[in-house]
Nanobody, 115 residues
Framework: QVQLVESGGGLVQAGGSLRLSCAASGRIFSINAMGWYRQAPGKQRELVAIITSGGTTNYADSVKGRFTISRDNAKNTVYLQMNSLKPEDTAVYYC?????????WGQGTQVTVSS
């Protein structure tokens, strides 16, 4: 199994920045890709950004040019740098790790962007 712990959420004004972190532990070698998802009240969970074990990244259209996903292999940590935040970015952000068998989820961290 893989365990994920997120940190870095909070309250920020529109136009501001936040960096989320996701530290992975356990069967790290089994991870094929890691990503960030978000879920706003009354909405379905959606993919925000993903990074594969080979370093390929992909982003939701709504965050392209504003968010950057990266990883530090030495720390087994994935980051989501969020710039130019908008009120519509307000959501609970979840880290996910995909293995060949399953997808593991973190507990989520709240991001609130005030207008």
């Amino acid at each position: 199994q893989v365990q994920l712990v997120e940190s870095g959420g909070g309250l920020v004004q529109a136009g501001g920045s936040l960096r989320l972190s996701c530290a992975a532990s356990g069967r790290i070698f089994s991870i094929n890709a890691m990503g960030w998802y978000r879920q706003a009240p009354g909405k379905q969970r959606e993919l925000v950004a993903i990074i594969t074990s080979g370093g390929t990244t992909n982003y939701a259209d709504s965050v392209k040019g504003r968010f950057t996903i990266s990883r530090d292999n030495a720390k087994n940590t994935v980051y989501l740098q969020m710039n130019s935040l908008k009120p519509e970015d307000t959501a609970v952000y979840y880290c996910a790790a995909a293995t060949i068998a399953t997808t593991e989820w973190g507990q989520g961290t709240q991001v609130t962007v005030s207008s």
